[in-house]
Each structure stands twice: as structure tokens, then as C-alpha cells.
């Protein structure tokens, strides 16, 4: 493996991250305008349902399935060691992010969230980020997550993310709970 800093190095590294973003900024920005105006037809007929929108945890299941896909060893197992493998793993953790970012946006642009249910749903991000980065740094679940998989204990390492995604799944909920308590659910229709 190449340990000097190259051009040939550099053109791959932006290969495997920017082909795959133009891709996904295609695809999953179409999906996520896609969803965002189905939401929206929907809300209008059922207003009081957009206000229980807040307690869906997609920020845990959307940084859950990146982490899997980036983190393991999932995308090597199926498509070898290279810049295909790095490219769909970019490419799936981008489209598990993006399209659910699309579509809040555009929802929340409709239908805007109170400043302190802004605020709020700042801090329930945060807080999921802060449960999944540990995993990236090999610390605490990550480092038992990288060793197990390093050894390829498959179950192991099934449980781990199990573990990690019920820590993120279950303060995605908390927080979306305190979230929908504490902010102005009552959002008017902005256009």
C-alpha cells in the first residue's frame, strides 16, 4: 500500500467521495423532494398528524445506517478491497443521510417548527452524533466494534451495532418525546 502522499492518491480519494455525492445529490435529493411533496398533499388533509412528525427517529436510523455501512467491513465483504467499495459505502451512508434531510427541510420550510422546537431538534442531532462518533474514534462500543470485526466474529459484531443502535434509536425517542412536549407544535402553513 502507497504510504507517500501522491496525485494518484488524491484523485482517488476524490473519486470515491465526489462521484458518489454528485450521485446521491441526483437520486436522493430527487427521493427527498419526492417525499417531501407527498408529506405535504397529506399534511393538508391531515394537519394534526404533521405535529406527531416530530417524534419520528429519523436522525437515529439515518446515522445508524451510515455508521454500518462507512464503519464495517459490510461493503469490502461484498464488493472486494478499492474504490468501489469506498464509493458505495460513501454513496449509501450519503443517501441515508440526504434524503431524510431533503425532505425535513422541505417540510419544516411548509410547516416551520417553533424557535425552540429548532433549537431542540439542534440538540437531539447532537446528542445522536455524539453516540455514534465514539464508534468512528474506536472508543467505548467502537473499539469493541473494531476489534470483533477485525477477528470477523460476525455475531459479535452484530451486537454491538445492535447495542449502538438501541442507544441511538432510544435517544432519538427520549428526545423527540421532550422535543414534541416542550415546543410549539402547532405550526401554520407557511405556502
Known amino acids: 500500500m502507497e504510504t507517500d ?11 470515491v467521495s465526489l462521484i458518489p455525492w454528485l450521485i446521491v445529490m441526483v ?3 430527487g427521493l427527498g423532494y ?16 404533521l405535529n406527531l412528525l416530530v417524534l419520528l427517529p429519523w436522525r437515529s436510523v439515518a446515522i445508524w445506517i451510515a455508521l454500518v455501512v462507512i464503519y464495517s467491513p459490510l461493503m469490502v465483504w461484498q464488493f472486494g478491497l478499492g474504490t468501489i467499495a469506498g464509493s458505495v459505502a460513501v454513496g449509501v451512508a450519503l443517501s441515508s ?17 417553533s424557535t425552540i422546537g429548532k433549537i431542540l431538534s439542534i440538540v437531539r442531532l447532537s446528542a445522536i452524533l455524539s453516540i455514534a462518533l465514539p464508534v468512528f474514534l ?10 470483533v470485526s477485525f477477528d470477523l466474529e460476525i ?24 422535543q414534541f412536549a416542550l415546543s410549539d407544535t402547532h405550526i401554520h402553513h407557511n405556502g
Open 34 to 49: 419526492f417525499f417531501a411533496i407527498l408529506f405535504r398533499k397529506w399534511f393538508q388533509d391531515h394537519q394534526r398528524v
Open 5 to 15: 502522499l501522491s496525485l494518484s492518491m488524491i484523485l482517488q480519494h476524490l473519486e
Open 138 to 147: 474506536n472508543i467505548g462500543m467502537g473499539y469493541f466494534i473494531s476489534r
Open 97 to 113: 443521510l440526504m434524503i431524510p434531510w431533503i425532505t425535513t427541510t422541505l417540510v419544516r420550510s411548509w410547516y416551520p417548527l
Open 155 to 178: 455475531q459479535k459484531m452484530t451486537l454491538g451495532y445492535e447495542v449502538v443502535g438501541a442507544m441511538l434509536l432510544g435517544t432519538d425517542i427520549v428526545l423527540g418525546i421532550i
Open 27 to 29: 437520486v436522493g435529493g
